[in-house]
């Protein structure tokens, strides 16, 4: 099978089966996994990435609570080779290095990095205490 067919992140084969007839003529069945082309968000890359996916590989990605925690545990992604998950799991690691690396740096500097862990909301508008008492306001006058 092409590696399209059986997904790239978490690989599934496929199964045949072989029907005997009653005059006993064989003939073979192949199932395909039930492969997708999704597009999936990563938190530490703060982008979209596509992926050829299977859909059980999407309960286990929601499993372990996100795409980057996926790619970083499973095993079925490797550091080795050039699969779509490889890639974005080498180029999640080397974020996350890369992020080390400057917090490391503004430590040293004396800056704080209290808050550097916090990923912000990405097209969500969240709206503070004095907003919501400014509409409670004018509603009541």
Request: aromatic fraction near 4%.
């Given at each position: 099978?092409?590696?399209?067919?059986?997904?790239?992140?978490?690989?599934?084969?496929?199964?045949?089966?072989?029907?005997t007839s009653v005059l006993e003529i064989r003939t073979r069945r192949k199932w395909k996994p039930n492969v997708?082309?999704?597009?999936?968000?990563?938190?530490v890359l703060d982008e979209m990435l596509r992926f050829h996916v299977t859909t059980s590989a999407l309960r286990?990605?929601?499993?372990?609570?996100?795409?980057?925690?996926?790619?970083?545990?499973?095993?079925?992604?490797?550091?080795?080779?050039?699969?779509?998950?490889?890639?974005?799991?080498?180029?999640?690691?080397?974020?996350?290095?890369?992020?080390?690396?400057?917090?490391?740096?503004?430590?040293?500097?004396?800056?704080?990095?209290?808050?550097?862990?916090?990923?912000?909301?990405?097209?969500?508008?969240?709206?503070?205490?004095?907003?919501?008492?400014?509409?409670?306001?004018?509603?009541?006058?």
């Open positions: 099978m092409v590696a399209r067919d059986t997904g790239q992140i978490d690989p599934a084969e496929g199964s045949t089966m072989e029907k997708q082309m999704k597009r999936l968000y990563s938190e286990t990605i929601d499993k372990y609570g996100g795409l980057d925690n996926y790619l970083l545990n499973s095993r079925h992604v490797s550091t080795e080779g050039f699969g779509e998950g490889q890639r974005a799991r080498n180029r999640i690691v080397m974020t996350l290095k890369q992020r080390e690396k400057l917090r490391e740096e503004a430590i040293e500097r004396g800056e704080s990095v209290d808050d550097w862990d916090k990923i912000p909301l990405v097209g969500k508008k969240v709206k503070s205490n004095e907003e919501v008492g400014e509409g409670e306001d004018d509603a009541a006058a």
